[in-house]
């Protein structure tokens, strides 16, 4: 489906990525080579790799190349704010909070993966075609031009992405997850091989309160400048398994009222939204794809998927307890975060939230 | 805790092996080995197999040797009865049903680890610690002298194990289970390596309904010579994880009746059962070891307890949807298949049922 | 570096694979998708298959999904040549031979992966890079107008890829080998997943014989209609690893004539081939990637190079027993199956042994 | 076969173990747990443990339980070195030396799987079935009544237990090897997952110059107060494989001495040492297992052999280049590292060299 309207800018957006070395810092830098609107003109990282050369500073564990242009760039010290004016995050938590604020306070639009300011009242915590008008949070918040906007945690992009058309279609009152969760979504050195090798570790340390917290206030309710939580209860158990990239999660739902079978397929195949209607880059084609094949999704087979940003489901049946189930599938390190991120980034400038950017107040209809 | 009655035999029961060359047939020849009331006299596989020795049949695939006295052993045909009075059935369930009512009718007690007889009214499915009162089944059989005894599906015995003393204590209405299933439980060849690795396979064929039927039948009540299946709904998603040995199981629960965490803790601690009293051989000490360390228990960690007879449940905590969750393992291959059957056997013996054995009426208080 | 040389098609040709279902023939599904010169118009396997949509034959288990034109194509016969021109075969080695002999008479230029006619005298077994002057040999062969051309065994093709420009440069005397090989190059069903999880096998059934054996037919010489195998010793040891796709060889030569570090070096790294000159659409940029880095070439991050149809090399360093030692890297289903089959047709088009196709006269100096 | 003499003590010894929450102090930890001679009475670690209980020290990883006198103690910092006779080192490299000489100058016997005195020309650096004559040097060492004995790396030990019976019957000039590594080898927290899953990594910093300095000091001759290396030549490529223990080696020899392939095997098949003799109860029954199977030896199948203390070897052969070649296996972290240093102190013990304790002088003829 061809987009319906267009957003096109006058020239590519200098971006900067803090904690460029980490696991999703790297995954930012290898999305944004080639982006149509972005161009990585600084890395920043801790006070340690200030200095190198990235080449040097990173230990690069893409399967793609390290970029060329980027393996020469000097990395600066991710506490000291550059005049960049959009910048992604990918700092370690522990960190994050205050050295986003700074980079917000210089200006920036700050477009963070960490956890650190996803519950501020003012903070959009934002996956785009669930809840793009929460971008709107940002006009009341107090860091002057620049502003914060938070990338959920990795399981819960895609769980919200497959459960946001039927809250709308037919509402949600309660939600049974069990997760099976990649390695790469700990990070890096992360999950010691010793410890998943032939294992499952059925415990990630506040992963439960996360999906259980970001999932109500993701499809909750922009109620003029803030949000009302979603009334859904969430049961979540998380658990490690030795899957390198890709979280798959078993859902079972109760919905707010009775639907058929069909009713929830058709529901969650005719699926689309805002960043799909504008074509933004980052955007799949489809955000849900749903699968027949009765051993599908599969981690190796479709985390790749429209280039690992769509959510796959299948084994869609009823529920002996709740309502239905369903198992999907989603890629935790792009649509799950470094890919999530640049299309919550997309969304707000073609939103017109990069004020000074020209370019950002294009969008045509066609 | 020393077992209040002893079971001794006189002699050791010659006992034979049927499908002794796959996966669950080798594990019964390794436990086999050193058992104080069986000998293994016979290996019965296909009649490809049959006329070759053991050693030249078997693909043996055991941490621990080959015995000598086995692998030397003549393989015979798996069709035709022989006077041995004990059997354990390891075949593939697309040939396991009248074989194994051949050797019923030759007047042996067949213990069996396929799914053919596992609901058929007059077979007892049995857990030991669960339902060893269902054994009295047999009596009714239509195989003469001979019985068929059945094991449960391996994600059922661990399953119903810690839920048996919930349900005793409290009541069980509604159970949710997600499985992550081990390979070893596919047997050989079972699952490629190439469907598995780095990945997880959210479907395995029949399982679910395995799951849901079995724990009714097995936690139902002996009524007179028939079993009133327990009237609990299970809900059960099942997933194939890379992991060589031990499944484990997500399990929300709903009980009968309000209980605190601490009586649901001290119920799953304390809980024992007849093996334990009698000291069966193959008994773990415990049949549920309960866990408090927050990542426990784990697949490689905890799946050999008790020589793999145990079943460990951790992460006993509320549930925000049902009344509580944990996490339980078991080990696939031994509690869950040629350990179980091993188990049910000495049960059963402790329990009169193999008549012509002098030494099974031996079962003194201490 | 651009191409010197130019070949253009005036139309794509129209190709087959046979044993399409298989893990290899997917690949050649996966990589004709988008091919410029070629169009997948038939898939042939089994009688078992025939008859069948493509979609309901296959298991499909690329990580690309199954083209749509593709998936509604009707299998065939593999037994039953049509007047396709140009058959890429995947079949087992088991049924290969005839089948292939059959397409070849019927008039196709069969480009096979099978073993079956790898050492006939009259029969090039070809790496494009490496020796392509040895598909003249096709113009002795006995098949009529079609002719049969053979891809080596997974692991030689990256082994003669590194050792070609060593060979032309110094000579090589002895080659000592010992691979760690992917799961995928073992087809489906495959390794089974309890045999190789957490494990080793130190032993690939015919593999250690095919790469001492294609090494030396591949740099042998052409002398008139016939190659004289180069005298080269080698010595392998073969290993499966559970590892998904990428074979990894750790190689110690001994070379013909005393060379420094640094000539062998910059003969890996200047290496470039007739395929490159020509810019077939298969070939990568260069045939073989030197790594510097101390812990490259792995397969997860280095088999994808240049769309899995480079080798790479690192570690680079003198051997205290024979010269030098490295190790090398190599895509084992694109570069060392269906992708080194596609090259090899190109490189057999460029030079004018599609006789009939009109297109493949058209080389032009540039 | 039955020990011919019979060390006997009249006490257990208490021990100490440094390093003990670490990877290899677990299995320190675990493997004394019911040893007939030895009794753990301390655990040690750094000052950030001390204090603590071990059970809250440690994250047991071991799948044996942790024994419950031990979770109790309270673990004691490694710098103070309390008055306990014999001691156990499994500290890191980059603090074991000091700490090392500190113990044993306040008169403790150290036995030590660090590398840090691996190579003083002082300190024995034994594997018991090979050179237990090296450990007359700690009578010419400088720390008093106490003294250091090391253990070599991994690797090195499951080598020079298959080289040793051919090096006293043929001579060895040289030896070509490629290891395929555990991950276990690496401690904890050791390789990280996302390194090693669907991956190997040819490289282990500092192995492969281990294993050619150390086989050739093991393999060296005591001559008076030193020790002569071995002339062997070496070449080693080292691999880091996703197996959880177990190190595979792919060995090519030249011998000093022509020999045929029986020869050969039945100097391996027959090999035995004075561990052997003299019954010491770490002792594997036969120093080398040697298979039959085309497929073995395998990690997950023989690592185990006899507690983990067995050398396997399989697949021998001639080799193309030098004069035989072979696959072996050793536990890594058994026979490699905590119960190799066991065996060397009992060696040690039974040859007298705990002075003090009067117990190690009951070496008696049978």
Redesign the interface.
């Known amino acids: 489906m061809a987009p319906d309207r267009q957003v096109t800018l006058s020239a590519r957006i200098p971006v900067a990525v803090l904690g460029a070395t980490g696991?999703v810092g790297q995954r930012f830098v290898a999305l944004l080579h080639g982006h149509p609107w972005f161009e990585l003109t600084a890395v920043a990282a801790s006070e340690r790799s200030a200095g190198k050369r990235y080449r040097d500073a990173v230990r690069w564990?893409?399967?793609?190349?390290l970029p060329r242009a980027i393996a020469d760039l000097e990395v600066v010290n991710a506490g000291t704010p550059s005049g960049v004016a959009l910048v992604f995050s990918a700092l370690d938590a522990d960190v994050a909070g205050p050295i986003e604020e700074t980079w917000a306070r210089a200006g920036a639009l700050v477009v963070s993966n960490a956890k650190s300011h996803r519950y501020d009242a003012d903070v959009p915590l934002v996956v785009p075609e669930v809840n793009g008008d929460h971008l709107a949070l940002v006009r009341e918040q107090r860091y002057g031009r620049g502003a914060i906007i938070t990338n959920p945690n990795c399981s819960t992009i895609g769980l919200t992405l497959a459960l946001k058309p039927l809250a709308d279609a037919f509402g949600l009152s309660?939600i049974?997850v069990?997760t099976?969760q990649a390695?790469?979504g700990?990070g890096?050195?992360?999950?010691?091989?010793?410890?998943?090798?032939?294992?499952?570790?059925?415990?990630i340390s506040g992963e439960e309160e996360k999906i259980?917290r970001e999932t109500r206030k993701i499809l909750g309710r922009l109620d003029g400048n803030r949000v009302q939580d979603a009334e859904i209860?969430?049961?979540a158990?998380c658990?490690r398994?030795?899957?390198?990239d890709g979280h798959?999660e078993?859902v079972?739902i109760e919905l707010g009222r009775r639907a058929s079978l069909e009713e929830v397929r058709d529901v969650l195949a005719d699926f689309t939204a805002e960043p799909q209607a504008l074509g933004l880059p980052s955007a799949p084609e489809r955000p849900v794809h749903l699968h027949a094949a009765?051993?599908?999704?599969?981690?190796?087979?479709?985390?790749?998927?429209d280039r690992g940003m769509a959510t796959s489901v299948?084994?869609l049946r009823p529920?002996?307890?709740?309502d239905y189930?369903f198992?999907l599938l989603s890629h935790n390190t792009i649509r799950g975060a470094a890919g999530g991120a640049l299309l919550a980034a997309e969304l707000a400038i073609a939103r017109g939230l990069l004020a000074e950017h020209p370019a950002s107040s294009v969008v045509a209809a066609r």
């Open positions: 696991s564990m893409q399967s793609s190349p309660r049974h069990v099976l390695i790469s700990a890096l050195p992360g999950v010691p091989s010793y410890e998943i090798l032939d294992n499952v570790v059925p415990f259980q209860v969430v049961s158990q658990n398994v030795p899957v390198v798959t078993c079972s009765e051993a599908h999704p599969q981690p190796r087979l479709h985390r790749d998927l299948g084994r529920c002996e307890i709740l189930k198992v």
